[in-house]
C-alpha cells in the first residue's frame, strides 16, 4: 500500500521571497504512507509517513554563533575599555565575528571588577586569544583550581543549506522551506519540555503580541495522560496550533540576555532569511546563505561575583572537551510517526492531527489514547477484559527514528566537539 499525503506550507507573510511564483498546491511538503516494518508490536499494522525529500541535496554545518566568557580582575575597569582593547585582538587575527563586554548583569555602560565578554561567530583560536590579552593585560582571578575563566553561555546553531547550484530563487527558496517543514513536523519532544508549560514547545512572529503553544491546554502540566478531558482535546485538530514557515518555533526556556541570572536550556528552529535586526530594521541575508536552522543555547547562573569560586560557568578547559555531538540525543531528536488505520485507509484524525503540529502533537494524542484505554482495561470487571492494551514508550510512542536525518546532524556535532578538543591543549598556559 502506497498513499500520497500533501501538508500544505504555511506563511505568515511572503517577507521579500518570490512566493507568488509558485501555484499554492505547490507549497507543500509531500508524504508517503506505506506500511510500517517496524518488528515491534507498537508499530504493528500501522502506516509510516516519510517525507518526500533528498536530504542529499543539503549540506549541513555546524557554527557557533555566540559564547559568553566570565572572569573577574583585581583592579576596576570601564567595559567599554576592555572591548575596546579586545576588539582590536579579534581583528587583528582576523576573527571572523563581533565581540561585547558587559558587567554581571549584562550592563553595557559597566565599571567594575567582573565582566562577560560575548564572542560571535566563535572559533577555538578566538576564545584562546581573547583570553591570553586578558590575562597579558590585567590582574585577572583564579578559583582554588587555578582557573581564570569561564564559560557561562553559549549559543550553537545547525544549518541546513540547499546545494543546488544552477537553481533559480524560487527553486532554492521552495527547497529550503520543504527542509525547515521537515523539521517542525519531525521534531520529537522530550517530557521535561511537556510538563513545563513555560518550556513547551510554541511559535512566534511578528503578528502575535506574545508566543502561541503549538498545543495549550494546561491539563499536561500534571502529567496525567489518562484523563477521558485530555484525550478529547487533543483528539481534536483545530486544538492543535500550526506554526508558520516564517515565524520561530521554540522549545525549552526563553531565550536569554548577558547577564540574566538563570540557568536555562533551550532550542528554537527557524527558516533563516534574516539577519540581526537594528531599532526594527530588518537585514535580509543573500540568497547564497539562507537556510534552515537549528539554535540551541545554554545559559548558567554562573555570572561571577568577586570571588571566582562561586561561579558555575565550565572551566575554559572543560568547555573545550565538552562532548557537543550527545546534544542532539540528549535534549531533541527527530522521528518519522506513523498512523493507525481505518479500514484500508489511515486514520483522517491522525493524519490531519499531524499535519498542524506534526510528531510533537500526533505523540501526546497516542499517549493519551494508549493510556486512557489502559485505565479503563483496568476499570472493568475481570471477567469482561478483553485482550490487554499494549504499552506505549514515553521514550518513542509509535515512532521510528528519522535516521537519514539525524545521521547528518551528529557527524557535524561530532566534527565540531573534535575542533575544540584539538585546541584545548592551548588553555593550559592561560
Known amino acids: 500500500m502506497s498513499e500520497f499525503f500533501p501538508v500544505q506550507i504555511d506563511f505568515f507573510s511572503h517577507r521579500s521571497e518570490p512566493v507568488g511564483t509558485f501555484e499554492e498546491d505547490m507549497l ?14 507498537r508499530l504493528k499494522g500501522r502506516l509510516e509517513l516519510r517525507p518526500e525529500i533528498n536530504l542529499a541535496d543539503y549540506r549541513v554545518e555546524t557554527v557557533f554563533d555566540w559564547v559568553d566568557l566570565a572572569f573577574c580582575t583585581t583592579g576596576t575597569h570601564q567595559a567599554r575599555n576592555l572591548q575596546a582593547k579586545l576588539t582590536k585582538e579579534l581583528s587583528d587575527r582576523k576573527g571572523k565575528g563581533a565581540l561585547y563586554v558587559y558587567g554581571p548583569e549584562g550592563e553595557s555602560q559597566y565599571q567594575g571588577s567582573s565582566f562577560i565578554v560575548r564572542i560571535q561567530d566563535a572559533a577555538p583560536d578566538d576564545l584562546i586569544g581573547v583570553c591570553r590579552t586578558l590575562r597579558e593585560s590585567y590582574d585577572v582571578k583564579k578559583d582554588v583550581s587555578g582557573n581564570r575563566f569561564f564559560v557561562v553561555g553559549w549559543e550553537l546553531a545547525v544549518d541546513f543549506y540547499p546545494e543546488k547550484p544552477d537553481a533559480s530563487e524560487a527553486s532554492l527558496m521552495l527547497w ?31 503578528g502575535l503580541e506574545q508566543a502561541e503553544r503549538v498545543f ?91 570571588d571566582p569560586a562561586a561561579c558555575e560557568g565550565l572551566p575554559l578547559f572543560e568547555f573545550f572537551m565538552k ?41 501526546l494524542y497516542h499517549r493519551a489514547k494508549a493510556a486512557r484505554e489502559m485505565a479503563e482495561w483496568k476499570a472493568s470487571p475481570k471477567g469482561e477484559r478483553g485482550t490487554k492494551p499494549g504499552k506505549l514508550p514515553a521514550s518513542s510512542g509509535h515512532t521510528v527514528s528519522f535516521d537519514e536525518l539525524e545521521r547528518p546532524m551528529k557527524d557535524k556535532l561530532r566534527g565540531l566537539s573534535r575542533r575544540w578538543k584539538r585546541a584545548a591543549r592551548q588553555t593550559d598556559d592561560i
Open 28 to 41: 507543500h511538503l509531500g508524504y508517503r504512507l506505506t506500511e510500517s516494518t517496524g518488528k515491534q508490536p
Open 176 to 206: 529550503r522551506c520543504r527542509l525547515s517543514e521537515v523539521l517542525r513536523k519531525h521534531l520529537w519532544v522530550a517530557d521535561e519540555y511537556i510538563l513545563d508549560h513555560n518550556r513547551r514547545p510554541r511559535f512566534y512572529h511578528d
Open 216 to 306: 495549550s491546554s494546561t491539563n499536561l502540566n500534571t502529567g496525567n495522560w489518562k484523563s477521558t478531558r485530555l484525550l478529547k482535546r487533543l483528539s481534536k485538530p483545530e486544538h492543535h496550533n500550526k506554526p508558520p514557515i516564517d515565524g520561530t518555533f521554540y522549545v525549552g526556556d526563553p531565550t536569554p540576555k548577558p547577564g540574566a541570572r538563570t540557568t536555562c536550556f533551550g532550542y528554537r528552529l527557524q527558516d533563516k532569511v534574516t539577519d540581526r535586526r537594528s531599532k526594527g530594521d530588518v537585514h535580509f541575508l543573500p540568497l547564497e546563505t539562507r537556510r534552515s536552522r537549528i539554535e540551541i543555547f545554554w545559559m548558567v547562573n554562573g555570572i561571577p561575583p568577586e
Open 323 to 363: 562532548d557537543f555531538g550527545a546534544l542532539r540525543s540528549q535534549h531533541f531528536q527527530f522521528q518519522l510517526p506513523t498512523v493507525d488505520r481505518c479500514g484500508s485507509q489511515a486514520n483522517s484524525t491522525e493524519l490531519a492531527i499531524f499535519e498542524r503540529s506534526g510528531v510533537y502533537g500526533l505523540s
